[in-house]
Each structure stands twice: as structure tokens, then as C-alpha cells.
């Protein structure tokens, strides 16, 4: 039991200094400020030679490489690559992209494994008689580590990195995730997620950068630069792909693939931000989403795949559509009747360059067909192709062995310094909501023997939660998610072995399970029992593991068992003792009496494999807390689409705000100024069109534990001509303060900050006149905006 997880947790203890570094250095990579010379984005042209490939290419050929399939029409049931069907597909259809996890019936592949199998269908591929001879490319949805291949680094899900407010997070673990995803010769990962998760009871809601527009921007940017960095030469890197482009984080009844009906000013005000922010970054490729928006399908929609995406916000580079989405305009959306009317709208209308089609061949024969009923044109098919070819060309496929993994990269695969990353990922994400008496940390003046209770406390299943090892996470039962911890190879530290790892001297950690995820009893009479030999008790709760449609739920409240079992626990044990929640969830699942049960509350989000060691430490004071909350957390279940940047006007009684987060340290803000002048001075001025002005705060930490603290400015418009947003995040920034020590934190600010879509409905083109706040921790400076056009 100890082995593994022991000698590394050995390990680490030497290298806490410089995950302290890595950790407080947040400049570097943050959106905005980094030189973007540094790295490789698409162009908007297309090179000579790839345009004098497409003059030569068949028109099969062409199609071909827009066609994405499935693994699992090459790939037999018993794990063995089905060599004649690669041949038939590459000789019939020139397939030119292949998906998803190589995996059969539990059993997993490494990247070695991953390696072989993706090389043969490279060298069948390029054995058929054909023009060129081009290899395919490979993608996965790497969203948090290269998890669907066995024994590499997971990392916490995006909901985790966005709490942690450290883009550097973002960055490193993204840079790892590429390795080791090219590692096992894939080129391409379906990640950053860039949806705003407008409704919480949404279950893609972890897998994202939380709901506010700038935060998601930064971490959005900041992964990219790490999955693709200069992607043009070096091999050790992959194509990032923006997804999913626009709106789905909306759905009207807050199941997954629902309807939205959201208005333009809310798709440009808040969705479009972190899509043109990771276009500015070079995003390399793009997929669009699920969805229709008040009616228009986006998979075939011209006003956001061509208008929006492309003439707007100039995205050059390559385009894919979700799974089997083109078929969905048929089959779910019912716009078109028939599949070859689906993917005509989606092709002539959109400037789609890849189907995912991805279970049959049914795209190529519809699109045989349309070219020669010339219902699409050859020059809409060249456009894709060549967008298409400068990508494989851009990522070094197209060069004599390419497409090859290279077997050094292999060789760095769970590095202990890429755990390290994970593990750092997870303490700054872990986030204190509550802390009544300062029952936490727990130390060893206060307390001798602690009980873990609840179904998270003992496995690695649920730190990681869904996209992990498995589509639907490491379960057995997918719709249950009942876990399943062997295909991990104890690649993780559990909650109770990160308790035992971090426990003081003379403090005693047992586990007693108590009752299921679903809640129902397995043993709280030995609980109850057992309960006054402990004098703390750290109750893991949460929610079943799971990912897209399995997380559909119809209530946002906990299940009510794990209500009830925390209020059981709660009140046979009295006042005296501590009692301490740790939640294990996606979504910010409605708390109930957990709440006023609970003496101090850790959202620890979904912080992957590696998270237990993180809890362990914050619970026993070795980590001080420094997550902050990346979303608004409802207090009533029927409040599932509660956003801090609510109309101004909008009821608001949430249970913690966006950006709340406890420490054991104590912060205190002073001396906001603005260009070096107090509120109290001469009135300032911020004109459109003119310089920045230098906001400046100083925090001190006076409390006597050093402490990391996120310094979030957000600005107000109190009136303007559209209802305004009660306040927005324009920047943030991360630093450690030493116990008693005050640092001074700047940021710039200008008119462009008040932008909005306005009566006007042109994107984010006016700035009313008046008086504006500018608001840091409890301090606040008004300002007076002036837009110049004389309104
Ligand atoms: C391999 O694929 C071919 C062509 O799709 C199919 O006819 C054959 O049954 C498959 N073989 C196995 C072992 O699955
Ligand atoms: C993962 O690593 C463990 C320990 O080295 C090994 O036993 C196991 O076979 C590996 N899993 C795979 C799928 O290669
Ligand atoms: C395939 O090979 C034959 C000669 O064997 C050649 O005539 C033909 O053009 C080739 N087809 C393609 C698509 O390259
Ligand atoms: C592997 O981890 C060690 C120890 O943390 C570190 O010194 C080394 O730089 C790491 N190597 C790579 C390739 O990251
Ligand atoms: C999963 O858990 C549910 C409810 O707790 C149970 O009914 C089901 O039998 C379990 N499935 C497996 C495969 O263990
Ligand atoms: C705030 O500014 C005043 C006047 O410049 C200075 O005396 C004081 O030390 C400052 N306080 C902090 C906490 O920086
Ligand atoms: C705090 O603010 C004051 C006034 O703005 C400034 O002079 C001083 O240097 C700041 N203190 C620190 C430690 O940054």
C-alpha cells in the first residue's frame, strides 16, 4: 500500500522550494504580456507548395482529408489493429484523420502502445496508391494530462486551474500534456475548453475555466502557448483546438446539448472574449458546438462559422465539428431532411474543414455526390484542404518520418517533476469557503485521532473525476460511476493516504467509508459507533463521476443521502467536535444543511489523481489554502444560472461569490491610487483613445502565516445606456506575502475596459460617458469616462 505513493511523496519533499518558485511567478506567461514572437500561430495564407499539392490531388483525395473517424473501425474488440480495414478505409477514402481512446475492455494502452498502433495505421496509410503521400492526423481529448494513455501525469480538471488563478499552472501542465500526447505519436488534442458555464447545473461545467470571460482568457492562452509553444519545429509539441465555438456553455434546461437561447450581446460580451483571446494566441485548430442558438444549429450556421469566426475574429486555422455532428442536423436538430442535405448545409454554408463523422463513411459518399450534383463547389473543398494540409504540413507530418513518436519523449513520461505540477496544480486550487473558529488547520494541540468518512475519501476515482483513463472516468458502471481505481497503476495519492502523508507526529488517520456517492447507507452504525474515539472528522462527499450527457442531472442539490448522513454525523457528535466537509465535484452542487453543519468547508473541485496529497496538506497546515472560487456557488437549486456578472438588477443571494476563497493568512488592502493620486484628490479622467493610467494597491498580510493572495480588479459601470453588469474581472495577479509583510500590486487601466455591445448590436463598440469604479479587495476609486464622440 505504501510503495509507490510513499517514495514519491519522499521525493517531493526536497523539491518544495521550487515548486514555490514555479508557483509565485506568474508574470511571465500571463495573457497579454507575453511576447507573442515566442511562439507559432496560423497563418492566413496557405504556402506554394501546399497549394500545388491541391492542384494535383483526386477529389477523393481531397475528401478524404476532411473525413475523421472513429478508432474503433480499425481497432477489433480483442485490442488488435484491424489492418484490412485501415487499408480499405485508407484505399476506398483516403482517410486523413483518425480519433479517440485505444482501449478494449478495460484494458489500457501506454504510450508505446499508442505509438505502435498509430505507426501501422501511418505506414498502411501511406502504402495506398495515392497522389501524395500524406499521413494522418491523430487526435484526443488530452483536457487535463494525456489521460487515455495509460501511466502518464493527470492533472486537475480546468475548473481546478481556474480556481488556482496561476496562468503558470495552466501553462506547465499543458506543456507536459503535449509531450507525453506526442509521445505516443499524436499530433493533436481537443483542448483548451473555452465555454463560459453559464449554467451551473451543466455537467461539462468542470471541465472548463470557470464563468467569467478574462479568467478563462488567461488560462485559455496560457495553455495554448503550452500544448503548442513554437509547434512549427518542435516535435514535443501538438495542435491546441478552441472548443466549442459558441454558446454551449448555456443550455436553456441545463442538460448537455440543449437548445440556448442567449442574446448577441451576451455571445459578444462573454462568450466571444476567450475565443478571440486564444485566436490571438495562435490556437492552431477549433471545434465547434453541439448546439443550436435560439434555433440556428451552429454546425451549420454561416453566421458564426463563417461571419463571426472567421471575417470577425480572423481565425486562420483548421476547423472540426464535435462528433457525428453534421449527421446531428438530420438526426437531432431536424434541419435538414436528409444526411446529404445535413452535410451540404454544413459544408457550403460554414467554413468547416473536418467532419468528426465519425462511425461510417456516409460524409464522403454525401460529399461525392454534392460535388458532382455541383451543390458544393470545388472551391469551398480546396479552402478546407489547404487549411488542412498546412496543418499536418505545420506540425512536421508531411517531412520523411514525421509522423513518428519520438521514443526520448517516452522516456520523460511521469518525470517526478511533472507529478509535481499536478500536486502544485491541486494546493493552489483547493479552496476554503468556510472556516468557522478556525477549525482548520487541524494541528496537534487540538486534535489526536482524525476519521475520513464518506465515498471520496479512499480512492483516486473521484479526485479525477470524468475524462480520465475512461470517457466516463475510471468507473465500472458509467451511469452510476461506481469507481474503479486499478487502470490508474497507483499512479495517485488518495485522500487518506494524503492525510497520512501530511498527518503531525502523534496524530492518529483511519477510514471508515460510512455511505455510497448516491448516499445510501453501507455502514454509518460503525461510524456512529466508532465516532467518540475521534475527535475530527474529514467527510468526503461530492458527486458520481461522469462527463457530458451521464452527468445530466434534474437537481443541482447534493444527493439528498449525503445530505442526510453529514446531518446524522453532524449531530451524534456534537458541538466540541470538528466536523469537516471536503467536496469532490464538477459543478457547484447545491449544499443544503452541509453548510451550517460543517465547520469548515474545502472545494477541492476535481483535483485530479494527484489531489490527495493537496488536501492532506491543507487540512494539516503544511499548504495554506489560496483557491479562489471560479464560479458563483448557488445557495438554492433553483438558482442554476447564477453569474457574478449578473444584470445589475438581477436577484442575488448566492451562497459564495465568484472569487471567494479563505486563507490561513489574513489580508488587508490599502492605499488604492491612481496615477499616484488618492480618490480624495482632483477628479481623474479616462478618455477613449488615450493612455493608460496605473492603478496601485498595497496588501499586507498581518496575520503571522506567509500566505499567497489574488489580487482580482474589477470595474463597475454603475449607469450606462444598456443595464450593466453589477461588476467585471479585468485582471488579476498571484503573489506571496510574507507574515507581516505588504507588497504593492499595479495594474493599467483604460477607457477599452468599459467596452460593450451596445444599442447598436455592433460587437463590443461602445463605451458610455460617466463615472466608472475601479474595485480591489475592499478598495475602490472612481474614475470619470470619457468615449470622445461627443454622446
Ligand atoms: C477487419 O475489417 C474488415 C473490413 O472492415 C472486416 O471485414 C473484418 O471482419 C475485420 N476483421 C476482424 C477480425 O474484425
Ligand atoms: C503502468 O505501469 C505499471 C507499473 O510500472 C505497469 O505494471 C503497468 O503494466 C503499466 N500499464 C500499462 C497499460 O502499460
Ligand atoms: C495508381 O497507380 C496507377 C498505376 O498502377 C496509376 O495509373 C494511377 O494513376 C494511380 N492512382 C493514383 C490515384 O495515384
Ligand atoms: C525530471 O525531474 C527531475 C526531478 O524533479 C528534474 O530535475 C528534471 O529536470 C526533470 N526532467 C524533465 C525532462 O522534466
Ligand atoms: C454501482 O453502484 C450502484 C448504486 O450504488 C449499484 O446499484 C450498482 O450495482 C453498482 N454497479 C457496479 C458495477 O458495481
Ligand atoms: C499607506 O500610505 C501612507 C502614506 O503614504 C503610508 O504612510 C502607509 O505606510 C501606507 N500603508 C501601507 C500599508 O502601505
Ligand atoms: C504602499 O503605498 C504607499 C502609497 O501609495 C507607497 O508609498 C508605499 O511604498 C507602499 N508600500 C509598499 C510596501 O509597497
Request: glycine share 8%; charged share 20%.
Amino acid at each position: 500500500m505504501l510503495s509507490i505513493r510513499q517514495s514519491i511523496y519522499l521525493v517531493l519533499l526536497f523539491s518544495v522550494s521550487t515548486c514555490t518558485a514555479l508557483a509565485t511567478n506568474t508574470e511571465h506567461h500571463k495573457y497579454g504580456t507575453l511576447n507573442s514572437e515566442e511562439y507559432d500561430h496560423p497563418e492566413l495564407t496557405i504556402d506554394d507548395d501546399i497549394i500545388s499539392m491541391i492542384g494535383q490531388m483526386s477529389v477523393e483525395e481531397k475528401i478524404g482529408q476532411m473525413t475523421q473517424i472513429n478508432q474503433d473501425l480499425v481497432l477489433g474488440i480483442d485490442g488488435v489493429l484491424n489492418r484490412t480495414a485501415v487499408e480499405y478505409y485508407a484505399k476506398n477514402y483516403y482517410v486523413g484523420s483518425y480519433l479517440n481512446q485505444l482501449a478494449v475492455n478495460g484494458r489500457n494502452y501506454d504510450a508505446a502502445d499508442y505509438a505502435k498502433i498509430i505507426e501501422e495505421i501511418q505506414e498502411i496509410t501511406l502504402s495506398v496508391n495515392s497522389t501524395f503521400k500524406i499521413p494522418i492526423i491523430y487526435g484526443l481529448d488530452h483536457i487535463h494530462g494525456a489521460h487515455y494513455v495509460a501511466n502518464t501525469t493527470i492533472f486537475p480538471h480546468g475548473i481546478n486551474i481556474a480556481a488556482s488563478f496561476n496562468p503558470e499552472l495552466a501553462y506547465e501542465s499543458a506543456s507536459i500534456t503535449a509531450r507525453d500526447t506526442r509521445a505516443s505519436g499524436v499530433q493533436w488534442t481537443f483542448a483548451p475548453v473555452l465555454d463560459i458555464p453559464v449554467n451551473k447545473q451543466w455537467p461539462r461545467v468542470f471541465e472548463n475555466f470557470g464563468e467569467d470571460p478574462h479568467l478563462s482568457s488567461v488560462m485559455g492562452v496560457a495553455s495554448i502557448r503550452g500544448y503548442q509553444g513554437k509547434y512549427k519545429t518542435d516535435r514535443s509539441k501538438v495542435a491546441a483546438c478552441m472548443k466549442h465555438f459558441i454558446a454551449y456553455g448555456a443550455p436553456y434546461s441545463g442538460q448537455d446539448r440543449d437548445s440556448t437561447v442567449v442574446s448577441e450581446r451576451t455571445i459578444y460580451d462573454y462568450f466571444v472574449p476567450g475565443f478571440q483571446a486564444a485566436i490571438d494566441a495562435g490556437v492552431a485548430t477549433a471545434m465547434e458546438s453541439y448546439i443550436d442558438i435560439n434555433g440556428e444549429p451552429v454546425v451549420s450556421s454561416k453566421k458564426y462559422l463563417r461571419q463571426l469566426l472567421r471575417d470577425q475574429m480572423k481565425f486562420g486555422g483548421m476547423l472540426v465539428t464535435d462528433w457525428q455532428e453534421m449527421e446531428n442536423l438530420h438526426t437531432k436538430h431536424m434541419v435538414a431532411a436528409t444526411h446529404k442535405e445535413a452535410v451540404r448545409m454544413a459544408i457550403a454554408d460554414t467554413s468547416i474543414d473536418m467532419s468528426m463523422v465519425p462511425q461510417d463513411v456516409i460524409f464522403f459518399e454525401s460529399m461525392m455526390d454534392l460535388i458532382k450534383e455541383g451543390r458544393v463547389t470545388m472551391e469551398r473543398v480546396d479552402e478546407s484542404v489547404a487549411r488542412l494540409l498546412q496543418l499536418k504540413k505545420d506540425l512536421g507530418l508531411l517531412e520523411p518520418n514525421g509522423w513518428k513518436a519520438d521514443p526520448k519523449l517516452q522516456e520523460m513520461i511521469q518525470n517526478d517533476s511533472d507529478i509535481e505540477v499536478a500536486m502544485e496544480a491541486a494546493r493552489e486550487s483547493i479552496t476554503l469557503l468556510k472556516n468557522k473558529n478556525a477549525a482548520l488547520p487541524l494541528t496537534k494541540d487540538k486534535i489526536k485521532r482524525v476519521l475520513v468518512v464518506g465515498p471520496a475519501g479512499d480512492n483516486l476515482g473521484h479526485l479525477a473525476g470524468g475524462w480520465t483513463i475512461q470517457w466516463q472516468g475510471a468507473t465500472e458502471d458509467a451511469w452510476h460511476g461506481n469507481v474503479s481505481d486499478e487502470q490508474f497503476y497507483n499512479n495517485g495519492i488518495s485522500i487518506l493516504d494524503g492525510m497520512q502523508n501530511a498527518v503531525p507526529e502523534g496524530v492518529q488517520v483511519e477510514y471508515i467509508q460510512g455511505f455510497t456517492i448516491d448516499g445510501n447507507d453501507v455502514n454509518m452504525d460503525l461510524v456512529l459507533e466508532k465516532a467518540e474515539d475521534f475527535d475530527a472528522f474529514v467527510v468526503c462527499i461530492g458527486e458520481h463521476i461522469y462527463s457530458e450527457l451521464p452527468g445530466n442531472i434534474h437537481d443541482l442539490t447534493l444527493p439528498q443521502g449525503q445530505i442526510n448522513n453529514v446531518e446524522k454525523l453532524a449531530s451524534f457528535i456534537g458541538k466540541e467536535k470538528h466536523l469537516i466537509t471536503v467536496l469532490l465535484e464538477g459543478r457547484p452542487r447545491v449544499l443544503g444543511s452541509v453548510q451550517d453543519n460543517s465547520d469548515a468547508i474545502l472545494q477541492a473541485y476535481l483535483p485530479g489523481p494527484w489531489g490527495g496529497q493537496a488536501i492532506g496538506e491543507v487540512v494539516f497546515g503544511l499548504t495554506n489554502p489560496s483557491g479562489r472560487l471560479p464560479y458563483t456557488y448557488p445557495k438554492y437549486a433553483g438558482d442554476t444560472t447564477l453569474n457574478y456578472w449578473r444584470p445589475a438588477n438581477d436577484i442575488w443571494d448566492p451562497l459564495y461569490e465568484f472569487g471567494h476563497g479563505l486563507s490561513y493568512s489574513s489580508f488587508q488592502y490599502s492605499n488604492i491610487t491612481v496615477n499616484g493620486l488618492l480618490s480624495t484628490d482632483e477628479k481623474q479622467y479616462l478618455i477613449a483613445g488615450e493612455v493608460e493610467k496605473e492603478v496601485s494597491v498595497n496588501i499586507t498580510n498581518i496575520s503571522p502565516v506567509d500566505g499567497k493572495e489574488t489580487i482580482m480588479m474589477f470595474v463597475k459601470q454603475p449607469f450606462r445606456i444598456v443595464t450593466p453588469p453589477a461588476k467585471l474581472l479585468k485582471a488579476f495577479q498571484k503573489v506571496m506575502i510574507p507574515a507581516g509583510e505588504t507588497v504593492n500590486v499595479r495594474f493599467s487601466v483604460d477607457a477599452d475596459l468599459f467596452r460593450y455591445t451596445g444599442l447598436d448590436g455592433i460587437p463590443q463598440n461602445t463605451i458610455d460617458n460617466g463615472a466608472v469604479k475601479i474595485l480591489i479587495g475592499d478598495q475602490e476609486f472612481e474614475l470619470q469616462l470619457v468615449n470622445n464622440n461627443g454622446e
